[in-house]
C-alpha cells in the first residue's frame, strides 16, 4: 500500500455548539497531493470538517497540523491563502470576471496583470474573451470555473470544496471534475472534497472520508465505497442513512 504524506492531520479533534457535540473525536489524515472525498449523510458534519481544515472554526479541543505545522501558528490570512475553498453557489462580487480574479490580490494590495488573468482563466478551460464579461452573466458552471480560478490565483496548496457541482447539470459537472483532476495533476494541489454523488467519490477520488453522526467512520482508497467494512457506511451506501 502507497504511504502519503498527510496534507492535513487531525488528532482527537472535538467540536461542538452550545455544548452540543457536531464532530468529533475524529483522528485521520487527508493525503497530500491526492484527492480526498468526503462523503456521509447530511447533519455527518462535512462541512464543519471542511471549516475546521482552514480556521474558519476552532476545534474545542484536539489539534491539525497543516504541512506538519500546528494550524494555530497561521496568521488567519496566511492559513486561507494556503488552504483555499470553493463553495457551492460560487458567490461573485459586483463586476466583470477580472474583478473577481483581481481580489485576491487586492486584499494583498497587489495588481493582477491582465495576461497572467487570461492565463487563469486558460488553466480552468474558459478563453480570454470572458475577462471583461459581467460576472452576473455567467453560467452556474462558468462562476464555478472562475470561483476555483480565484482561489487557485492564491496558489492554494490545499482545496476545499463544499458540493461544488451539486447544483449542476451533467456536462458542467462532467467539466469540473475533469477540471480538478487537471488541477491536480498540473500542480500537485491536495484537494478535499464534499460530495453527495457516492459514483463521483469513487472516480474522482484517490482517497475517501466517511463521516457519519460526526464521527470519521472509515477511511481508505475511494473503492472502499464499493464494499464497506463498517455496517453504517453499507446502509449509507445502499441509500438508507440520508
Request: charged letters at 25%; glycine letters at 8%.
Amino acid at each position: 500500500m502507497t504511504i502519503y504524506e498527510p496534507a492535513i492531520h487531525f488528532m482527537d479533534v472535538r467540536y461542538s455548539i452550545d455544548n452540543k457535540p457536531i464532530v468529533g473525536p475524529i483522528t485521520g489524515s487527508f493525503p497530500s497531493g491526492r484527492i480526498t472525498t468526503l462523503v456521509g449523510p447530511s447533519g455527518a458534519g462535512k462541512t464543519t470538517v471542511l471549516k475546521l481544515c482552514n480556521g474558519l472554526l476552532s476545534p474545542d479541543s484536539g489539534e491539525i497540523l497543516i504541512d506538519g505545522q500546528s494550524a494555530t501558528t497561521f496568521e488567519p490570512t496566511d492559513l486561507r491563502r494556503k488552504v483555499g475553498m470553493a463553495l457551492q453557489d460560487a458567490p461573485m462580487v459586483n463586476g466583470t470576471v477580472y474583478d473577481n480574479l483581481a481580489l485576491p490580490l487586492r486584499l494583498q494590495k497587489k495588481e493582477l496583470p491582465e495576461p497572467d488573468a487570461i492565463s487563469w482563466l486558460e488553466d480552468v478551460g474558459l478563453s480570454g474573451d470572458y475577462l471583461h464579461k459581467k460576472a452576473s452573466e455567467l453560467s452556474g458552471g462558468q462562476r464555478q470555473k472562475v470561483s476555483i480560478a480565484r482561489t487557485l490565483i492564491n496558489r492554494s496548496d490545499i482545496l476545499l470544496m463544499d458540493e461544488i457541482t451539486s447544483a449542476l447539470d451533467k456536462a458542467s459537472r462532467r467539466e469540473i471534475e475533469s477540471l480538478i483532476t487537471r488541477i491536480n495533476q498540473k500542480y500537485g494541489t491536495t484537494i478535499i472534497w464534499i460530495t453527495h454523488n457516492l459514483e463521483q467519490a469513487i472516480s474522482i477520488g484517490d482517497y475517501t472520508w466517511v463521516l457519519i453522526s460526526g464521527e470519521l467512520i472509515e477511511t481508505g482508497d475511494s473503492h472502499i465505497l464499493e464494499d464497506p467494512a463498517d455496517e453504517r457506511v453499507r446502509r449509507f451506501v445502499k441509500g438508507e442513512l440520508q
